[in-house]
């Protein structure tokens, strides 16, 4: 293919970000992240060049948890993994579709990120999962390059004009004369509503705040973020080893929302449900579940799906999911790293897949595919997204059909992260009525604007 590209230079960027509030979840807390930053330069064979961005955060403790190493060990390994990976796509040398490109090097991520835990010394193996954080942005400057060099929008590139092969060569014969494109929007939907945090640390109700709390002019609690940005999607953190405490942090929560809706003249709320792989078995959920029904109604008619509730090796932990996804969608986030562990989880009862730019751009374009054939509801979240990756983040949402909306808490946490991008896009980073919008999103590549 003319339009296939092959990469001429990488150039990485790694900048510390604050949160101005923590950001509990799991067995730990955020405090400072590092932002991974990447340039890509892509030349087609028809001698077309063009740049490209990518940028992710580079979050540990999400895809590299551990009780053996620091934070700041993590840290430099998934620094040095991010580097390593963009000189192998610098140095790879061939011409191919970004897809292509993608799946071709996918391979020697694993087998790399022990080459760093190696050199490092480390006592821990770098999940496969963390790796895949490190070399996303990579696989998204790819993405945008592509589609700036073609002069074309990337979600224009994913059809039999652009791509040498179509979805059987990574998905099976089922797919033989099927490509992205057949499971894509044509356009961007116009907006859509996000899912608001709320995190395992996070103040609910204005007299929480007190004088420890950030005086930026940013609301902090709840219930105030509620009454300025109008939301109504909720994605909420919970222990998963405490059913009591879970139980009633949603009793708080929603009656926080319930109050706060009832003042806006709205009703209408839903909820998510994330405890980050805590909960020991799918039995603990369901008893979550009935306990909600049965006490607070308002919560369980509002829940649209659980995330992750058990372990992230679905090989080792073959949980039976039917009679979790019979009550409630239970879909699975850390546990999805590749198509074969997709089909894994729609075996074992799953309902669908949250799908995840972090997790590789080019994997997520597959997963749709399969999701969509096999009648899985897919979801679209991110790891705090700001920026260009938000943009990303959003972009994808709205070129597909995911379960009510995107996940936006980066305007909670770092609000103040990559000035210029949300300077040029100021309505999607801007909430109105629970609400983003996509208008923005538009030209060649990814649609990032500077």
Same mark, same amino acid.
Request: with cysteine; aromatic share 10%.
């Given at each position: 293919?003319?339009? %296939? ?40 064979? !028809? ?41 192998m796509i610098e140095?790879?040398?061939?011409y191919a579709h970004? #897809? ?12 790399? @990120? ?16 963390? @790796? ?20 074309? $929008?990337?979600? *224009? ?6 791509? *040498? ?32 945090? $709320? ?16 005086? =930026? ?8 973020? #509620?009454?300025? =940005? ?9 222990? !998963?080893?405490?059913? =009591? ?7 708080? #929560? ?13 009703? %209408?709320?839903?909820?998510? #449900? ?24 308002a919560a369980f ?33 850390? !546990? ?80 103040? *992260? ?15 009525? !629970? ?16």
């Amino acid at each position: 293919m003319l339009s %296939d590209v092959k990469v001429l230079e990488v150039e990485s960027q790694f900048k510390e970000e604050a949160f101005r509030v923590p950001l509990k979840f799991g067995t730990g807390l955020i405090r400072t992240i590092t932002s991974f930053t990447i340039r890509v330069k892509v030349e087609t064979r !028809g001698g077309r060049t063009a740049d490209g961005l990518g940028n992710i955060l580079l979050s540990d403790l999400w895809g590299f948890p551990s009780a053996v190493l620091s934070h700041e060990q993590r840290d430099r390994a998934m620094r040095e993994m991010s580097v390593r990976y963009a000189r192998m796509i610098e140095d790879y040398g061939r011409y191919a579709h970004p #897809i292509d490109l993608y799946m071709e090097t996918k391979s020697a991520i694993q087998p790399m @990120a022990d080459g760093v835990v190696k050199q490092l010394h480390l006592e821990e193996r770098m999940p496969f999962l963390g @790796a895949l954080v490190c070399t996303s942005p990579v696989d998204a400057a790819v993405h945008d390059a592509f589609g700036k060099a073609n002069e074309i $929008g990337a979600y *224009a590139g994913y059809d039999a004009e652009f791509m *040498a092969h179509d979805l059987s060569a990574f998905l099976g014969p089922r797919y033989k004369g099927r490509y992205v494109a057949d499971y894509i929007q044509k356009s961007y939907a116009p907006a859509l509503p996000i899912f608001h945090l $709320g995190g395992g640390m996070d103040k609910l109700r204005r007299e929480e705040v007190d004088e420890h709390d950030p005086k =930026d002019g940013l609301p902090v609690s709840l219930e105030e973020w #509620i009454e300025r =940005d109008g939301v109504f999607c909720f994605k909420i953190k919970l222990k !998963g080893t405490d059913l =009591d405490w879970d139980v009633d942090r949603m009793r708080q #929560i929603t009656a926080v929302v319930q109050d706060s809706k009832s003042k806006m003249g709205q009703r %209408d709320f839903c909820f998510s #449900i994330d405890t980050n792989e805590q909960c020991e078995n799918p039995q603990y959920v369901i008893e979550f579940l009935h306990r909600l029904k049965s006490e607070i109604p308002a919560a369980f008619d509002a829940m649209l799906y659980v995330e992750q509730p058990t372990e992230r090796d679905l090989e080792a932990h073959r949980f039976d999911m039917h009679a979790l996804s019979a009550i409630k969608p239970v879909v699975a986030d850390e !546990g999805v790293t590749d198509v074969d562990k997709l089909d894994l989880a729609r075996k074992l009862g799953w309902s669908g897949v949250a799908l995840k730019t972090c997790k590789g751009f080019s994997s997520a374009l597959l997963y749709v595919a399969k999701a969509v054939e096999e009648g899985m509801v897919y979801t679209v979240q991110d790891l705090t997204n700001p920026g260009l990756s938000l943009i990303h983040s959003v972009g994808f949402a709205a070129r597909i059909n995911p379960l009510k909306g995107v996940e936006y808490n980066s305007r909670q946490y770092i609000p103040w *992260a990559d000035e210029p991008t949300r300077t040029a896009h100021p309505d999607l980073f801007t909430v109105r009525n !629970g609400w983003i919008s996509t208008q923005s999103i538009c030209g060649n590549g990814l649609g990032y604007r500077r």
